[in-house]
C-alpha cells in the first residue's frame, strides 16, 4: 500500500500552492493591521479617562475570554441575522483582526509601560508636548522592547489562518480538506498540507529568532 501518492500531489499541488498564497496574503493583511489598529487600544487602556478605558477593557477581555473559532462563526453565521452579511473572506480579516489587535495592544501596553518614566520627564524639559514626546521618544523605544513578541504572534497568526475554513475560507486547510474528501488521499494531502505550512512557518520562524537575539545584543550594547 503506497501511503503517499506522488501522483495525487503533482494533480492537485496547483490547487494546494494557491491556497498557500491565500494563507500568506490573508496573514499579511491581518498582521497589518493589528500591529497599526492596536496602538490606538493600547493608549485606550493607558488613558486617564475611565470611560475609555472602561470601554476598550471590555472589548479586550471579551476576546481574550472566547475562542477564536467562536468569535469567526459568529461574524459570519450570526451577525447576517442581524442585517449585517459579510462575505468568507472579509468575515475572516474582521475576525482575525479583532482577535489580534486585542492581545497585540496588551505587548503594545507592555512595551509602553517598560520604558522608563524619565524619559517622558526628559521630553518635557526640552518642551515636546506628550502627543510628540511619546511619537519621538517612547514608542521607537517601546517597539524595540516588543519586536520578538510580536514576531511570535505573526508565526501564529500564520498557523491561526487555518480556523478561516470554517467560515469557507479557502486557505491552505480548507483546500486539503476538499481534496482529501474527494480524492481519499488522507494520508498524501495532509502530509503535503502540513509541509506547506512548515515550507513558510520555519523560516518566518529562524527569522523572529535572528530578530530576537538582534534585539537582545542591541539592549546589552546600550549604555547605561
Known sequence: MEFFNTDVVREYGGAL???????VILTFI????ALVLAI??????LSPYRAVR??????????????????????????????????????????LTLN????????YRGGIL????????????????????????????????????????FISLFKDTALASVVTVQELTFTGQIISARTYQ??????ATGLLYLSVGYPAALFVRWLEQRTQRGYRARPS
Request: aromatic share 12%; net charge positive.
Open 100 to 107: 489580534y489587535t486585542a492581545y497585540m495592544s496588551e505587548v
Open 17 to 23: 500552492l494557491h491556497g498557500l498564497l491565500l494563507t
Open 114 to 153: 517598560a520604558v522608563p518614566r524619565n524619559q517622558w520627564e526628559a521630553a518635557a524639559t526640552i518642551g515636546l508636548s506628550r502627543a510628540r514626546a511619546f511619537q519621538r521618544i517612547i514608542l521607537p523605544q517601546a517597539l524595540r522592547i516588543v519586536t520578538p513578541t510580536l514576531g511570535n504572534y
Open 54 to 95: 472602561g470601554v476598550v477593557s471590555l472589548y479586550v477581555e471579551v476576546i481574550r475570554g472566547t475562542p477564536l473559532l467562536l468569535q469567526l462563526v459568529y461574524i459570519y453565521y450570526v451577525l447576517p441575522a442581524m442585517g449585517i452579511n459579510l462575505n468568507a473572506f472579509v468575515a475572516a480579516v474582521l475576525g
Open 40 to 45: 490606538p487600544v493600547a493608549l485606550c487602556r
Open 30 to 33: 491581518v498582521i497589518t493591521l
Open 186 to 191: 488522507y494520508f498524501t494531502i495532509y502530509t
